[in-house]
Nanobody, 123 residues
Framework: VQLQASGGGLVQAGGSLRLSCAAS????????MAWFRQAPGKERDFVAA????????WYADSVKDRFTISRDNPKNTVYLQMNSLKLEDTAVYYC?????????????????WGQGTQVTVSS
């Protein structure tokens, strides 16, 4: 499975961005997927996850009520809508997929990763 993340960029605090993660090489419609992020000098952190059919989602407390994860299985794509962005949301955002239907916040549970897309929030 190859994952291609896109949609990052520079945005002012309070603004919005929508990240996309397109999968190729294999369908991911039966797999749990997630977004993680890594800020400079920090460890990679869980952001949001979604079950194989989109029926269940899970968010880190820091992004709850601001970010929304969704997926379009016919397009083999998962999205992260980010609203009310804060300076502390600045990071490289990575999408990842499991090979089972459930999701987890543990990055060790995801064998396939995209290359990351930079999100920079300015004041």
């Amino acid at each position: 499975v190859q994952l291609q993340a896109s949609g990052g960029g520079l945005v002012q605090a309070g603004g919005s961005l929508r990240l996309s993660c397109a999968a190729s090489g294999r369908t991911v419609s039966n797999y749990g997927m997630a977004w993680f992020r890594q800020a400079p000098g920090k460890e990679r952190d869980f952001v949001a996850a979604i079950s194989w059919n989109g029926g269940s989602t899970w968010y880190a407390d820091s992004v709850k009520d601001r970010f929304t994860i969704s997926r379009d299985n016919p397009k083999n794509t998962v999205y992260l809508q980010m609203n009310s962005l804060k300076l502390e949301d600045t990071a490289v955002y990575y999408c990842a997929t499991r090979t089972v239907r459930s999701f987890t916040s543990d990055d060790g549970g995801y064998p396939y990763w995209g290359q990351g897309t930079q999100v920079t929030v300015s004041s």
